[in-house]
């Protein structure tokens, strides 16, 4: 059993990054961990600490996501993850609550970190496209949201990304397992 899982869903690598930011900064006192992109999950790593990242499609997460938040039992489980249209509290809030519907409840939830993520130049392109057959002001919402976006995540998302490490690790109690 691995003590600290990282697994991660990322469509333009920011959330790849923030997966791998989790998994340098766990420190190795804290026991073994691994790494894993969900395309290649085969099911059979089972872990006492979770970091599960994904990106935000519609407010939540992907199937395959789903299905890995879904299988884990007793286990200590935080969510991260990066948006590119979205940066408040209250959505990230939303995001939370949509994803851990999925979690069992013979797990403890440690937590959640969401943070901004640039978007592809295409996303955009298809915004300015949309300018004069749908609400403008809704595409200049929309503009804004990317250009915010588009340095994220940042120094200051990794800093986060480190506090939300630290405390996911003060609130996980150790989880004992009967051998196999």
């Known amino acids: 059993m691995i003590t600290n899982l990282v697994v991660y869903s990322s469509e333009t690598g920011n959330t790849k990054l923030l997966a791998e ?12 961990k691994d790494i894993v992109n969900i395309r290649s999950w085969n099911g059979t ?3 006492e600490n979770y970091f599960i990242g994904f ?10 996501i789903i299905d890995l938040i879904s299988s ?10 990066t ?7 209250d959505y990230y809030k939303r995001i939370e609550q949509n994803t851990k519907v999925w979690l069992p409840d013979s797990n403890t939830f440690l937590g959640s970190y ?18 004069g057959k749908c609400d403008d ?4 919402h929309m503009l804004e949201c990317f250009d915010s976006a588009y340095n994220h995540p940042d120094s200051q998302d990794i800093y986060r990304t480190h506090q939300f490490v630290d ?14």
Not at 72 to 81: D, L, Q, R, T, Y
Not at 115 to 128: S, V
Not at 137 to 140: E, G, L, S
């Open 83 to 89: 948006c590119g249209l979205g940066s408040t509290d």
């Open 137 to 140: 002001a809704k595409i200049d």
């Open 114 to 131: 969401f943070c901004q993520g640039r978007m592809p130049m295409e996303i955009r392109d298809r915004y300015e496209a949309c300018r």
């Open 21 to 32: 930011e989790i998994y340098y900064y766990l420190p190795d006192s804290t026991g073994t």
């Open 45 to 47: 790593l089972f872990a």
């Open 55 to 64: 990106w935000i499609n519609r407010g939540s997460c992907s199937l395959e």
């Open 167 to 180: 405390n996911c690790l003060k609130k996980a109690p150790k989880k004992e397992f009967a051998p196999v």
């Open 72 to 81: 884990i039992k007793e286990s200590n489980v935080a969510f991260f993850g």
